[in-house]
């Protein structure tokens, strides 16, 4: 076209190296396409019950389970798989976990979303001390 001068060699290929991520990024944000599971299929022993001090939280990365303890000793758990796309989050800080992928947030005593992208609670599960251990597993 007479007039509109071409698009440089560098604008090219910046459009078209920019072009898969953003695709990606689109597909990485569809939470029903991982089918990981968020809750154990049996009963698993998590350690001592000292692990988790009154009034904290601790996480299990291995396992995608937090475990907090309540000032008055209870305890509670939830599967640390993100609600939003299912990502295991692997950051505690304090009592706040911190999802990898898109920055969700959760509390790690009640599994409520403390900020977005996720909008869904963090699933619970059943958890009792047995024996001086942490024992989790699928809620009943």
Known sequence: ????????????????????????GLA?????????????????????????AKGSAKLYRDQNVVVSRAENGSLKA??????????????????RLIC????????????EVLRAPATVPLTELSVEEKNGKIVVGPTA
Request: glycine share 10%.
């Open 100 to 111: 990898p992928c898109h920055g969700s947030e959760f509390d790690a005593t009640t599994g």
């Open 28 to 52: 990485a944000c569809s939470p029903g396409e991982n089918k990981t599971s968020t809750t154990p299929t049996a009963p698993v022993d998590l350690g001592a019950r000292s692990e988790v």
């Open 78 to 95: 939830y599967s640390t798989l993100c609600t939003h796309a299912r990502c295991p989050v692997n950051k505690l800080e304090g009592t």
């Open 1 to 24: 076209m007479p007039g509109r001068p071409s698009p440089s060699r560098r604008t090219v290929l910046r459009g078209a190296a920019l072009t898969p991520v953003a695709g990606l």
